[in-house]
């Protein structure tokens, strides 16, 4: 009896590890590929556009590294258009499947040193691309329909295992549901705030507009919102509601990207989406406009090398995939360790996928004294500091204290510092957020933001040591 009761898990995994390792059709895995280099080709070019590899990297002359990284420097005006071409390279390496996995890899490696550079810059679809490009390079994406297999003479498209897909299925996931997570606070389902902010400043909008104006739709959209994230990727998922899913993920994303500037986030969604519908997708696509063409391009029995053969590097790789899924798990909920009203403190706000959940202005300036001669300067940030680095510095604890490191080098490690810093959050009237008696120059990076930060007076959450 222990024998078979032992044996129930062991066959469990044995029966998971072959779903896993079970070849499908490489087609949506190649569509998902091309579709986020295009995408990447896309914002490449906005970011030339709109000048803004000159405004993140070059004209800045303080920056906000995040911790551990202060080695990683802006490379000079050439270097950086440079590296922006190599971007463009390997962004053009995934829509054709040329080199796959060293595109990817690449791309990753100098999107992740980019957006190190400065926490200002910070994006959840920034990160969301970081994971993407590292995820591309480890799956099959050039295995169907790209130069790669071209090259390989391939006379048929091989298939990919099944946990290439699920992967990029589960990463699309992630995304969604702690988007609902995050919609679960007072202010979202109490006060429909950010959103009354933000459809407040759409009332021009054709047709729209008008509706608003009134409260009722802000807490219309509010849990809109929070059902379409809680509910899409079952949706998606079950075979029956894909298409009718699909048709909300279109209606969804395309409204967002009407009524609120979040850059490339819901084109990103829009067009990687589709990875959730039955790997031969695209396939089928092409069977509806050329039979014979699908037939010509229809996969051969061959499974692509897509990881280890042997049972024990297999296993190898389902635990690697597995430590992988545990971590984009916790990582999101990491504040909940920190203690204290997440979107006043931010400690753990990014990589979490809080999108759109919160809208916080603040004003910053500092007292910086001379302890030996009581002299005092006023230092106002925006004098140093780009207009984007001003406005995310004044509202989180973090930035503010790397901006306090700055001016002890600036001024001289023995100044006493000491901030004046106004917070307004989702519509509520400002108030301080840092305690104006405390030497900020005095704190160590590791000390407790309850030793520094007061409380915000309609939280009721009190601030827990760190």
Not at 257 to 277: E, H, N, Q
Not at 391 to 410: E, F, G, K, N
Request: glycine share 8%; charged share 15%.
């Amino acid at each position: 009896m222990a024998t078979e009761t032992t044996a129930r898990p062991e066959a469990r995994c044995g029966r998971l590890q072959a779903r896993a390792f079970a070849p499908v059709d490489g087609a949506s895995l190649a569509a998902f590929r091309a579709a986020f280099g295009l995408l990447m080709l896309v914002a490449l070019a906005r970011h030339l556009a709109y000048g803004w590899v000159d405004q993140f990297f070059l004209v800045p002359h303080v920056f906000f590294p995040y911790p551990g990284f202060e080695w990683i420097v802006p490379l000079p005006a050439a270097g950086m258009y440079a590296l922006y071409a190599g971007f463009a390279l390997c962004a053009l390496g995934l829509l054709s499947g040329a080199w796959t996995r060293q595109c990817a890899a690449l791309f990753c490696l100098g999107f992740t040193y980019v957006h190190l550079i400065d926490r200002t810059n910070y994006l959840n679809h920034y990160y969301l691309v970081t994971l993407l490009s590292g995820l591309l390079a480890i799956v099959p994406a050039g295995a169907s329909w790209s130069v790669d297999a071209w090259r390989r003479r391939q006379a048929r498209p091989r298939t990919v295992p099944a946990w290439a897909v699920w992967l990029l299925r589960f990463q699309l996931a992630v995304v969604y549901c702690f988007g609902a997570v995050a919609k679960l606070n007072p202010d979202w389902l109490l006060r429909a705030e950010p959103l009354r902010i933000w459809l407040g400043a759409n009332v021009d909008v054709p047709l729209l507009g008008g509706w608003f104006e009134h409260a009722w739709v802000g807490y219309a959209f509010s849990y809109a919102g929070l059902l379409f994230d809680a509910s899409i990727v079952p949706l998606l998922l079950c075979r029956r509601t894909r298409a009718a899913a699909y048709g909300a993920v279109l209606a969804f994303h395309l409204l967002t990207a009407v009524l609120f500037p979040i850059g490339m986030f819901p084109w990103l969604m829009i067009a990687l989406t589709p990875i959730f519908f039955a790997p031969d997708w695209p396939r089928r696509v092409v069977a509806a406009w050329s039979p014979r063409l699908a037939q010509l391009t229809a996969p051969g029995r061959e499974p692509t090398n897509a990881g280890p053969r042997s049972a024990g590097g297999r296993r190898g790789l389902v635990a690697g995939l597995g430590l992988y899924a545990a971590l984009q798990v916790a990582v999101p909920l990491r504040h909940f360790a920190y203690g204290g009203d997440l979107y006043w403190n931010e400690a753990g706000f990014r990589w979490a996928w809080q999108i759109m959940v919160m809208e916080k202005y603040g004003r910053a300036v500092f007292t910086v004294t001379d302890p030996t001669s009581g002299i005092s300067q006023l230092v106002r940030p925006f004098d140093e500091l780009t207009p984007l680095q001003t406005r995310m510095m004044a509202t989180q604890p973090d930035m503010i204290l790397s901006y306090v490191r700055h001016l002890q080098q600036r001024f001289g490690l023995d100044v006493e510092v000491y901030g004046d810093v106004t917070v307004t959050l989702n519509g509520r009237p400002a108030v301080p957020l840092v305690d104006p008696a405390v030497d900020l120059a005095a704190l160590s990076d590791a000390a407790p933001l309850s030793a520094w930060l007061l409380p915000h007076p309609d939280v009721q959450q009190q601030f827990a040591t760190r």
